[in-house]
T-cell receptor
Framework: EAGVAQSPRYKIIEKRQSVAFWCNPI?????LYWYQQILGQGPKLLIQ????????DSQLPKDRFSAERLKGVDSTLKIQPAKLEDSAVYLC????????????FGSGTQLSVL | QKEVEQDPGPLSVPEGAIVSLNCTYS??????FMWYRQYSRKGPELLMY????GNKEDGRFTAQVDKSSKYISLFIRDSQPSDSATYLC??????????FGSGTKLNVKP
């Protein structure tokens, strides 16, 4: 079974530029998550989708971050404009969607904002 | 108060030692408990999954949950240099939302 696919693996941009990350969850997984992980910290939830709909985006900085999930499958996360403090690993994860289901992560995108 | 507390380490042990990693939590609604292993520049990998209280063993790994004390542990027996990684605890409750510790960095010296 294929895992959660993410791209790109690494991205270096200048501040105020824009960047986009892509995620393809495990087939059949209804719930998709985007997390931000700063070095030395645990993952912080940015946004949670259930199929096409947003379940939780309370910690998404909506003035600069946006995300969408196309047809309830793939998802993109965009940052525009990027700030220095956005340097982090962006992790996509998915689960079947029911209570107690396991959470599986992709390899992440390492973003450096210079 | 954070939902999940985890000692960040780093924890350094000799090869072959027994390692004990721990997390405490505050929300009594948590029922599902996970341990993830994260190698440098990689995504977290699900290592152990436990429902409610009790023990679960998988090879050299044992996960323990004590819901009365709101305390979970991961034990690694006969630790190997390949176990060197950051270990994240995670938990969830009635909703499909996950809460993570900050991770403990483990170094197993040959």
């Amino acid at each position: 079974e294929a895992g959660v696919a993410q791209s790109p693996r690494y991205k270096i941009i200048e501040k105020r530029q824009s960047v986009a990350f892509w995620c393809n969850p495990i087939s059949g997984h209804a719930t998709l998550y985007w997390y931000q992980q700063i070095l030395g910290q645990g993952p912080k939830l940015l946004i949670q989708f259930q199929n096409n709909g947003v379940v939780d985006d309370s910690q998404l900085p909506k003035d600069r971050f946006s995300a969408e999930r196309l047809k309830g499958v793939d998802s993109t996360l965009k940052i525009q404009p990027a700030k220095l403090e956005d340097s982090a690993v962006y992790l996509c994860a998915s689960s079947l969607g029911d209570r107690g289901e396991k959470l599986f992560f992709g390899s992440g995108t390492q973003l450096s904002v210079l | 108060q954070k939902e999940v507390e985890q000692d960040p380490g780093p924890l350094s042990v000799p090869e072959g030692a027994i390692v004990s990693l721990n997390c405490t939590y505050s929300n009594s609604a948590f029922q599902y408990f996970m341990w993830y292993r994260q190698y440098s520049r990689k995504g977290p990998e699900l290592l152990m999954y436990t429902y409610s209280s009790g023990n679960k063993e998988d090879g050299r790994f044992t996960a323990q949950v004590d819901k009365s004390s709101k305390y979970i542990s991961l034990f690694i027996r006969d630790s190997q240099p390949s176990d060197s990684a950051t270990y994240l605890c995670a938990m969830s409750g009635n909703f499909n939302k996950f809460y993570f510790g900050s991770g403990t960095k483990l170094n197993v010296k040959p």
